[in-house]
């Protein structure tokens, strides 16, 4: 099935002026399709929203302890920082604790996200390094990982490298894909990525949250990525950036990661709509790029305010906590350069 639905409309005046296409699935820790819009099944590359699933296998081998990584530290392996000085700061005390050098990562280097790093780049005319990446935390994980078990550093992003093939096992096992069914690619920071239908990826984040039912390790490993995500939700992006403001907001009972391309991935703690744990993938179709047109926008407009109408239809989120992320949406007015209000934002899909 590949159903195209709208999922997001942008208006002008009375006149509908854009539309965002998407598909929704939510899965219960049991693997049971709770609701859904558009297509479940659709195939979709989870790009960053991987990220935990990519340090599971680290931390459950022992890694946090081995080389004795603290919460903030574990919590940015899991992120797409914004290079503000405190990511900086946080990746180069990872290195110097496994014993590495950030020549050592190929993640390549861009520019920060963060605005008082961006200054103070463009003024001292800084060249951005690899630490820079807002996957550095990532990558310094994967080799603090093929450090810990002595394997090679100089090829650690191929698939034949044992921490890839270690990464691509844990995930198929936590997602309930074969190995050989999880489609592949190369993400922007050149490590392996993975598509799978989202009805899979919301499973493996169910689980993720709710690990009952896996093996001890396994189920403590889990428990130990998403407490420090919750616990240093400034780490996985940054202070102000939607997914660190909702976790926050969320008080302990949510876990959210964002991807390029419009991928978005969130996890509710047991209780939080039922006794079981439950996972969300959506993915925008038309993807979800950081734009600046004449209504300010300068980002992403569509994964915050749908991540936001959907956990407001679960009410997963209470009218203050919704009141408290208003910024983010579901609904928001457009204004122009003057203020002036031009039109509005909102999401336009029912779960079922």
């Not at 959210?256 to 744990?277: D, H, S, W, Y």
Request: proline share 5%; hydrophobic share 40%.
């Amino acid at each position: 099935m590949n159903v195209l639905q709208p999922i997001l409309e942008l208006t002008r005046g009375h006149v509908v002026e854009s539309t965002h296409f998407g598909s929704i699935a939510i899965v219960d820790s049991n693997g049971k399709l709770l609701h859904s819009y558009g297509d479940p099944y659709g195939v979709a590359f989870l790009r960053s929203s991987a990220k935990p699933f990519q340090v599971l296998p680290f931390v459950e081998r022992g890694g946090v302890e081995h080389f004795n990584f603290t919460q903030s530290e574990l919590s940015l392996a899991c992120s797409s920082h914004e290079t503000a000085q405190i990511h900086l700061d946080t990746v180069k005390a990872m290195q110097e604790k496994v014993g590495i050098q950030e020549s050592d990562l190929q993640c390549g280097a861009h520019l920060p996200g963060d605005a008082s790093k961006l200054r103070m780049v463009i003024q001292q005319n800084i060249t951005p390094t690899p630490n820079f990446n807002n996957c550095s935390g990532k990558h310094t994980a994967m080799l603090a990982h093929a450090k810990m078990r002595g394997l090679p550093l100089d090829n650690y992003l191929d698939l034949s490298h044992p921490v890839q093939k270690d990464i691509l096992a844990t995930f198929s096992e936590m997602c309930g894909v074969e190995k050989d069914k999880v489609e592949l690619g190369v993400d922007g920071c050149s490590a392996p990525n993975f598509a799978v239908p989202l009805l899979n990826a919301a499973l493996g984040m169910a689980r993720l949250c709710d690990p009952r039912g896996l093996s001890e390790s396994r189920a403590t490993a889990c428990r130990k990525i998403t407490s420090a995500m919750i616990a240093h939700p400034e780490m996985i992006s940054n202070d102000g950036e939607f997914d660190c403001e909702l976790m926050k907001v969320g008080a302990g009972k949510i876990v959210t990661k964002r991807g390029a391309e419009g991928f978005q991935i969130i996890g509710l703690m047991p209780g939080v709509c039922g006794e079981n744990g439950v996972g969300i993938a959506f993915k925008v179709t038309d993807g979800d790029a950081a734009r600046m047109n004449d209504e300010l926008e300068s980002a992403p407009r569509v994964r915050p305010a749908v991540t936001l109408e959907i956990l407001r239809q679960l009410k997963a989120l209470n009218e203050t906590q919704l009141q408290s992320l208003a910024a983010f949406g579901p609904t928001k007015q457009l204004k122009n350069h003057s203020g002036y209000v031009t039109g509005k934002s909102q999401p336009v899909f029912k779960l079922v």
